[in-house]
């Protein structure tokens, strides 16, 4: 007999669906949360969506799972949380949570007596995670990020099964460009792995853009990735496509506030030694020069001019 389940004190029995607001400790900021129980047996799922504000089509993809998806269809269950940073989504702020500044994505496992970020980032962790057995965390290129689509698999955790179970969840990912494996260990769907919870984070779209296309795109990841975990019927289909590896990469924040100039554009090749970009000040002074530590291939390039200390500016792997 499938069980009534209750998640963020969202309660559905079997066979349906509910919404509803999930307190964060002793704040008055609330998670949107969608449960919907299934009418057979089977995992639960938590779906993420808008840790970071304005990462349109894995959001716009994400409601119309949660809004979509008859519960009949379902075995398990599948745990809705989006948009994850409310006031990210409505106010357009990329990366950040408005209240403290702080990427949420890098806040994981969280801290109860933090500012808002550590508290999501805690009841995230301890009312959903702990309690699921995978996460699917989705994301794509923010406002300033110039990207192509990826899927990024966890790669330290203690618990081998879970790393396991993320690698070969990645083979499930239809549309994706790139396949990397991630040495994080404060990201959300990170900190799922070191908890023993298998998961996975997709990325498509870019410049905060969306179209129908990238929905549909993002919407056949998400439902051959359930598939994969049997919490939707049918057979799920192994990723046929070239996808191009990634074993380590490079993420650099900039160092300084000022203007910012790539010297690269996403996909480009890249040799050791080679310029990739700089900051000048608001005289045209060149404050720092970045320059690749390898041969590989540029990931993701922000495009804006504007830029400030701490924001990431550019990433390349091989
Ligand atoms: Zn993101």
């Known amino acids: 007999m499938r069980k009534t389940v209750t998640f963020g004190g969202i309660t ?10 999930a307190p964060v400790l002793d704040t008055d900021y609330k998670l949107p949360v969608t449960v919907i129980n299934g009418v057979d047996n089977g995992k639960t799922i938590l779906l993420t969506s808008s840790i970071h504000g304005c ?10 799972v949660a809004e979509t998806l008859d519960p009949k269809e379902v075995s398990g269950a599948i745990v809705v949380i989006n948009p994850v940073n409310v006031d990210g989504f409505l106010t357009r702020t990329p990366y950040l949570v408005p209240r403290d500044g ?19 980032a805690y009841v995230l962790t301890e009312d959903f995670q702990k309690k699921v057995d995978f996460h699917l965390d989705t994301h794509g290129g923010d406002i300033p990020e110039t990207q192509l689509s990826y899927v990024y698999y966890p790669g330290i955790s203690e618990a081998k099964e879970a790393l396991r179970i993320s690698e070969e969840a990645a083979e499930y990912v239809l549309h994706a460009e790139f396949l990397i494996k991630s040495q994080a260990v ?43 975990l049997k919490v939707l019927p049918g057979e799920a289909e192994k990723r046929h496509r070239d996808i191009k590896r990634i074993t380590e990469g490079e ?18 090749s890249v040799k050791k030694g080679q310029k990739i970009g700089e900051i000048r000040d608001l005289f045209g002074n060149v404050l720092k020069e970045y320059y690749a530590e390898y041969d590989g291939v540029v990931l993701m390039v922000v495009s804006t001019l504007a830029i400030k200390e701490g924001a990431p500016i550019i990433a390349y792997g091989r």
């Open 251 to 268: 993420y650099l924040d900039a160092d300084y506030s000022g203007r910012w100039y790539a010297f690269v554009g996403r996909e480009d």
């Open 55 to 64: 990462e349109y089509p894995s959001i716009e993809a994400v409601f119309r």
């Open 102 to 120: 702080k990427n949420l994505n890098r806040l994981f496992p969280g801290d109860p007596e933090g500012t808002l970020g550590d508290k999501i």
């Open 186 to 228: 404060n990201h959300a769907y990170n900190y799922a792995a070191i908890l023993g919870i298998p998961s996975l984070m997709l990325e498509l779209g870019d410049n905060a853009r969306w179209t129908e296309e990238e929905v549909s795109l993002y919407l056949e990841n998400i439902y051959n990735v359930l598939r994969y």
């Open 12 to 21: 559905a029995e079997p066979g349906t669906k509910k919404s509803g607001w």
